[in-house]
């Protein structure tokens, strides 16, 4: 063990009779070194100990102290007690050319050099909060995995959705939005099935809402899952989206989810004026308290195939390109958030997420609104495949694309990685 050596004049006769028993941490040493060369004031020699880190440790020490004056007049005549010896600097590889320092005024690695300074300065930081866990349910008793989605899952409402719900809060994600799998037999041109208020998205959040009544439940409020044709509106005989009509649906299933229960509904649907609407509806059936997610930019992006899979709602036709914003567009967000502000939005939404930092990026600094962004199905598939194939750290690269999104503005992400990622931070693994 390392020794400490104290110079101190002695403030006792003697310390032959010192008890180094009683003293945690104080070892007895067969003999003391004495400077005959230097005495106290009153003639007596002054002594040097040397004191022994214990090489074990049971509880509280009992110290034997200096004063501070004491220990600071030491000090001062020149007895400061020794540390251990500057380490020598290492050496540079064979081979290093031998150069003059570059004389620089700045160098910001000195800021990266340890694990606590890097901790020090991060600027941004992720926890389970700011997850949004997307959950796929439909009426079997059976957990159904998605092909296309490693990991994830079509659950039963009545069982298996609670048990994902539990798991996810155990690790601090009290947050989730239901994409339900509508029975083929209940789909119709104009989505009737979406204001069921005994349908499968109300029934499930009456059920969560009755077993944890503190959960966040955000619902989608689009007509795909339930339109025979696979769009998110009323398509007319010519094949174009009817805007006013689909809104009126809209508004009928944004009720319907409030009434069940729901926090924050969240239209996905892109129509135009659907948000302004359905804040009436919902003021006036008295859900002044639910919330609006407006997926304020969502692209027509071909990031979406799996969750199409995990819901069976391509369009039977066509695509989504007259209702869903073009992937070349940026200034156009701010168009659509404007809209949204100004008739009642609470938090915009970015849809798909990691390809357009920009895009939320671009809300942040525009809006004073939350902002969210989706981390979409294709996203998280590409990650899930990588990692399979060992060409990429699935977990690490996982964390950083959160932490990317978190960085761009987010403060919400809705990921399908949501337990995941929690049980990482949480430091569990499986």
Known sequence: MASTIVNAPCTVPSVKGFETQNYVGLRPISSLRFNPGRTSSSGRSRSIFVVRASERFDGHVKKAEMSIEE???????????????????PAAPAGTPVIQSYQLTRRPRRNRKSPALRASFQETSISPANFVY???????????????MPGCYRLGWRHGLVEEVAKAREVGVNSIVLFPKVPDALKSPTGDEAY???????????????????????????LDPYSSDGHDGIVREDGVIMNDETVHQLCKQAVSQARAGADVVSPSDMMDGRVGAIRAALDSEGFHHVSIMSYTAKYASSFYGPFREALDSNPRFGDKKTYQM????????????????????DILLVKPGLPYLDIIRLLRNQSPLPIAAYQVSGEYSMIKAGGVLKMIDEERVM????????????????????????RCLCGEKK
């Open 71 to 89: 220990c600071e007049a030491a000090v001062v005549a020149g007895n400061a007690p020794e540390a251990p010896p500057v380490p020598p600097k």
């Open 134 to 148: 997307p959950l796929f349910i439909h009426e079997g008793q059976e957990d159904t995995p998605i092909g296309a």
């Open 196 to 222: 069921n208020d005994n349908g499968l998205v109300p029934r499930a959040i009456r059920l969560l809402k009755d077993k944890f009544p503190d959960l966040v439940i955000y619902t989608d409020v689009a």
């Open 326 to 345: 073009n992937p070349a567009n940026y200034r156009e967000a701010l168009v659509e958030a404007h809209e949204d502000e100004a008739e009642g939005a």
């Open 399 to 422: 964390m950083e694309s959160l932490m990317c999104l978190r960085r761009a503005g987010a403060d919400i992400i809705l990921t399908y990685f949501a337990l995941q990622a929690a």
